[in-house]
């Protein structure tokens, strides 16, 4: 086994829920090293929540394995005592979710809620410097969750995810309900933090340009399975995967004003168990025979890895080169 900081191997996960199964997650494979930060995109449904929670095994009731498992610096995530687990979260991980009021305790005052995370000793001065770091008034520890605005409250979620100096920081949609001039502050803030403590960053992001810059790597999600990974520039600017292309075209990594997004045409798939082929093969321009009934396995595609039966041919190729000369 390497070093990596985080490695998700074949990792499957259904949710049972009275008679129905939803299978969330179909074999995704994900690496990630010691400091460096990662983007995992893709529709919504595509099981992005459910493999940034397997990653602390911070999964809902209905939730099973069905296959594989997950890493973190070596530990078997799956297969960890409940002493154990509660050890890994608390001193290997940092959670930080879309709704940050939600994930506060209402009923207690931030600066309380911080030194819990801190342990007993901490005092005023530690509670201070937390809140400073995530560029808040260190007054803002007397105030209650209800009393902070969206962004604030973000920054509070994120000085407690990154006060116990998490190796690796799992953000879902940190910044999805705040507007755009707080949104840019808040990654600021996530980013800053994580690279001055060497930190790396699992980002589950629907903001494929914000991705772009922010992230070296990226991770492209579809039915439960990683379907291409790389460096960010080169997945995002030229796609190896043709889900990947067509989400690129949805919403391009270098918008700007004006520029005509072209949505994914069809829906994508509700897994109820292991999809027996490609699971994009009804919406794929390019699909042959063979994808609707055989699993693609994981190809090398330039510094891309590609879940595609046709990866590296010349026709996927020559589209992707007719759009980046368009
Ligand atoms: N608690 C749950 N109970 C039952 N099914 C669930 C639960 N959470 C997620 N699912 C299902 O699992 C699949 C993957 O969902 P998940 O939330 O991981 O996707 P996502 O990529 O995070 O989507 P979004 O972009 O909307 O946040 C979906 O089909 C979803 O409906
Ligand atoms: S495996 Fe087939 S259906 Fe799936 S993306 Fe590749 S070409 Fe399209
Ligand atoms: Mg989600």
Known sequence: MSGALLRVEHLSLDYRIGGRTVRALDGADLVLDEGASIGVVGESGSGKSTLGSAVGRLLPRAAHLAGGGVRVAGEPVFDLAPAALRRLRRELLGFVFQDPIASLDPTMRVGRQLRLVLGRRAGDKEV??????????????????????????????????????????????????????????????????????????????????????????????YGGRVVEEGPAAEVLGRPAHPYTAALARSAPAAAGPGTRLVPVPGRPPVLTGPAPGCAFAPRCAFAIDRCSRERPALARVGGQTVLCHRAGEPVLTAAREAEVDA
């Open 128 to 221: 201070a410097g937390h809140l400073e770091r995530v560029r808040l008034d260190p007054a803002v520890a007397r105030a209650y969750p209800h009393q902070l605005s969206g962004g604030m409250a973000q920054r509070v979620a994120i000085a407690m995810a990154m006060a116990t100096e998490p190796r690796l920081l799992v953000a879902d949609e940190p910044t999805a309900a705040l507007d755009s001039q707080v949104r840019e502050e808040v990654l600021n803030v996530v980013f800053g933090l994580a690279a001055e403590a060497g930190a790396g960053i699992v980002w589950l992001s629907h903001d494929l340009p914000a991705v772009a810059r922010r992230c070296e790597r990226v991770a492209v999600m």
